[in-house]
């Protein structure tokens, strides 16, 4: 009798090469985020329509590709569904798993751990790190803010659907991250 063969699981898209501990974040107007002596000038409209309210510690983990990948398809994943899942429907998973952020939450976060990608995990490279980020949309509940410090922090919003530039040396942070079942 011939044996019975397990299907195979597909490969790993991430490793774990980190985890930060946010403390809470208090909320406040987005055109006061991301402004100071740290921040590089950004476009007033960028994130205009993003929320900035107040959310409770959390832990973020740290992930790095390890193979081809687009946000949409990362965040299926890490949700477990189907990657032919809507994206508006993948985006309030999202937010209701708790694995999105604030404006407010992202500003912490990138000043926090300035200058610290070695004890993070992050990547130090032009826009190789990468947050989930609440809209306030319904239609579109999910962006991603892309960001990377070296004198100055600099931020930029990415399409939920793209491919991130070049595939490979960026990090995706993803708060509240169940890791035993990763």
């Known amino acids: 009798m011939p044996e019975a063969r397990q299907p195979k699981r597909p490969p790993a898209l991430f490793s774990i090469v980190g985890t930060i501990n946010l403390a809470q974040t208090g909320g406040k107007p987005a055109e006061k985020c991301f402004t100071g ?9 960028l994130f205009a329509k993003s929320v900035a309210k107040p959310k409770d510690a959390c832990v973020i983990t740290v992930l790095a590709p390890l193979r081809n990948w687009s946000f949409v398809v990362a965040a299926a994943i890490i949700l477990k569904r189907y990657q032919n899942t809507q994206t508006r ?23 926090a751990t300035h200058g610290q990608n070695e004890v993070t995990g992050m990547c130090g490279g032009v826009f190789n790190n990468f ?47 169940n890791l035993e079942n990763f």
Request: with cysteine.
């Open 89 to 111: 429907e993948i985006g309030k998973l999202l937010i209701n798993k708790g694995h999105t952020v604030t404006l407010a939450q992202a500003e912490k976060l990138i000043e």
């Open 131 to 177: 947050l989930f980020m609440e809209t306030g949309i319904p239609t579109n509940p999910v962006t991603v803010c892309g960001f990377s410090c070296r004198e100055l922090c600099h931020v930029y919003e990415y399409l939920f659907v793209r491919t991130p530039p070049s595939n490979y040396n960026h990090r995706l942070l993803i708060p509240n991250l």
């Open 37 to 45: 002596p740290l921040w590089a000038p950004r476009n007033n409209g």
